[in-house]
């Protein structure tokens, strides 16, 4: 028996950490982790204006940028009771959906899959033009703000020409997917017995109540892990659970399925972004007033990579308390289970579909 | 251009970016460090992706390796190049209380030049890449100066401020730079180079910037990445006109 440090590149910002028990060649026992540098969203949004908390959420992780501002938008929100316009919450819907197309096909090129670059860049394309059409940048979309977004029309025609002319190369992107994935899994030989918590859809049923943090040195068992990492882990009902595409999909037989579900995720936000300008009136109003009194609220998205729950307790215009849960705080306790009886020499390509993110880890 | 990237404490968004920018004009990323690569990159160009922390050893130690085997180096995104939004970062929670010493990567090394922006856009890398492949020197000439150590600047002025016609160094002179290069605008509107035309809030990456005839900073929306002041036409008004 041995034990194995390895850092895994995955593409994503940060550092992540597999340890591994290794014996002939096969993991017996691990645990994953992030070395990163907190960003610590928690304490540097305390005592600043609510709006600053979306500002620096957004700034995590690229990855999941716009949903985990439109997370902490809602949890503001909830707080101060607003109610936001329809015609917001649908465009906050496209806007989570162009930043899932974004994400995936970011990790579709990142992956380890021989995939057609171009095609990924063109649905990339579609997904920025949409995002800066609803957000007003292309990145961190800046429009979406407490009571809804800062926009004066909603440019629904924009955003449905670029959904649609994105579909096709989208739906290649799917068959190519599913057909690299399967030539994969012959060399990969895994199995998933793991909890799932995710429906499709933006917004998440999870409360505070259902999520358990735990800091690592309770966490990690293995000594280079615990000197490791910097990061705590969440668990879902008490259990490491799945979170993102996969169990969004029910797609959990394989780990390298992460990647199908992704690419069929791409295809039907594509779908969603369409059909909601389509409904949408480019002169509805898309923004309610907001007066910053005191109160808590939560919110919870289905952000590309997973579940992510926000907290955050107003004082006034003043941030006095935020909590945010990650989607890579809650695949991270479930990632050595992933690894577990899995060919060593596998570990980066199974980790990196797990879509960890040392920054959104560490957040 | 053989392209090399070093990321840091970063989103990850300036890198992403960078990729899609490389895709588009043709420029190949042979090393990244979010791919997994290490050691010397062998490259014409490294791009460094974010800010550092004063005490993280390591990286900084990494940081001195990549830098010194490459002959043009370039802090891209605000993170590297001023900070920018790395400075909120204060630290303070478990179980790594201690790393709030937080600085741009251009701090503690030489580079050559700076795209600032947060992050910036494929356009703008693009546009930096054609400039550089070039050797386009006037072109070049904003990124060079952006690429200053900020933090090692001070506030007096060389000269008395007397004109729009003012070299860009003396601009960037007229501020504190260890509080925020965004209130670089209120230096602006002081020395009355201002002329209200709005490029600062439709460049602003953070909706920070709303126009009452002069730009007004809403400073609970800022994220002090400078793009405001590195967008400006009047900043970057140089004596060549
Ligand atoms: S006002 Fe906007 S562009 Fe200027 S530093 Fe602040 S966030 Fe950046
Ligand atoms: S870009 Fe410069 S000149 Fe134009 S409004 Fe902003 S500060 Fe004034």
């Known amino acids: 028996m041995e034990i194995k440090t390895v850092r895994i590149p995955t593409g994503t910002p940060g550092d992540i950490h597999a340890v591994m028990e290794v014996s002939d060649g096969v993991i017996v026992n691990a645990e994953v982790c992030s070395s990163t540098t907190p960003l610590a969203w ?5 005592e600043k204006h609510p709006e600053f908390a979306i500002v620096a959420a957004e700034r995590v992780c690229a990855g999941c940028d716009a949903s985990a501002g439109l997370a902490v938008a809602e949890a503001i929100e909830n707080a101060l009771e607003v109610q936001v316009p329809d015609a917001a919450t649908e465009a906050r819907e496209a806007l989570n959906a162009a930043n899932t197309v974004r994400s995936h096909a970011t990790s579709l090129l990142k992956s380890d899959l021989d995939l057609d670059a171009d095609a990924l860049y063109t649905v990339i394309k579609a997904a920025k033009k949409v995002l ?10 800046p429009a979406i703000t407490p009571g809804g977004l800062e926009l004066e029309t ?7 020409n670029a959904a649609k002319e994105a579909l096709e190369t989208a739906e290649k992107i799917k068959d190519d997917t599913a057909s690299a994935v399967d030539d994969l899994k012959d060399e990969i030989q895994a199995e998933m017995n793991v909890e799932t918590y995710g429906e499709p859809g933006y917004k998440a049923d999870l409360t505070p109540d259902d999520v358990e943090i735990v800091p690592p040195d309770e966490f990690y068992r293995m000594k280079s892990a615990l000197e490791l990492a910097n990061n705590h882990v969440a668990l879902v009902d008490g259990n490491p659970t799945l979170v993102g595409p996969q169990a969004r999909k029910n797609l959990t037989d394989h780990p390298l399925d992460a990647y199908t579900a992704k ?15 389509e409904n949408l009136d480019p002169n509805a109003d898309v923004k309610t007033d907001v007066e910053y009194t005191s109160g808590e609220g939560h919110a919870a998205v289905e952000a590309p990579e997973g579940t992510l729950l926000v907290t955050i307790k107003l004082r006034n215009d003043r941030v006095d308390e935020a909590l945010m849960v990650t989607p890579s ?8 289970r992933v690894l577990k009886d899995l060919e060593e020499e596998h570990a980066p390509t199974v980790i990196k579909a797990l879509g960890l993110s040392g920054r959104c880890l560490t957040h | 251009m053989k392209i090399a990237v070093l990321s840091l404490m970063a989103c990850g968004a300036c890198a992403r970016n960078l990729e899609e920018a490389c895709h588009e004009t043709g420029h190949e990323i042979v090393w990244s460090s979010l791919d997994g690569d290490t050691g010397k ?6 791009f460094i992706d974010g800010a550092v922390d004063f005490t993280d050893h390591e990286t900084l130690e990494k940081l001195q390796e990549t830098t010194s085997a490459v002959g043009t180096v370039v802090s891209l995104g605000s993170c590297a190049a001023t900070g920018g939004f790395e400075r909120h970062v204060i630290g303070m929670r478990d179980p790594d209380r201690y790393h709030f010493t937080v600085f741009p990567a251009a701090k503690f090394t030489d580079t050559d030049y700076a795209i600032t922006g ?9 546009a930096f890449l054609q400039a550089l492949d070039e050797r386009d020197e006037e072109a070049l000439r904003p990124y060079k100066v952006l690429s200053g150590d900020y933090h090692a600047l001070k506030p007096d002025l060389p000269a008395p401020v007397t004109g729009p016609e003012l070299p860009v160094e003396d601009v960037l002179l ?5 509080l925020c290069l965004g209130c670089d605008l209120d230096v602006i509107e002081k020395d009355l180079f201002c002329v209200g035309c709005g490029t600062c809030s439709t460049a602003c990456p953070a909706m920070a910037i709303v126009m009452d005839e002069k730009p007004v900073i809403r400073q609970e929306r800022c994220i002090r990445c400078g793009t405001c002041f590195a967008s400006c036409p009047r900043s970057f008004k140089t004596t060549r006109g």
């Open chain 2, 118 to 126: 947060c992050p910036p856009t494929t356009d703008a890398i693009a």
């Open chain 1, 154 to 160: 909603i440019p629904t025609a924009k955003v449905e």
């Open chain 2, 174 to 178: 007229t501020s504190n730079k260890d």
């Open chain 1, 42 to 46: 928690e304490t540097l949004v305390l």
């Open chain 1, 263 to 277: 690419a069929e995720e791409i295809v039907e936000s594509l779908e969603k972004i369409a059909e909601t300008s």
């Open chain 2, 41 to 46: 990159p062998d490259a014409d160009v490294l």
């Open chain 1, 329 to 336: 705080n809650v695949k991270a306790a479930v990632a050595g």
């Open chain 1, 132 to 141: 800066h059409a609803l957000g007003r940048k292309p990145d961190h979309p």
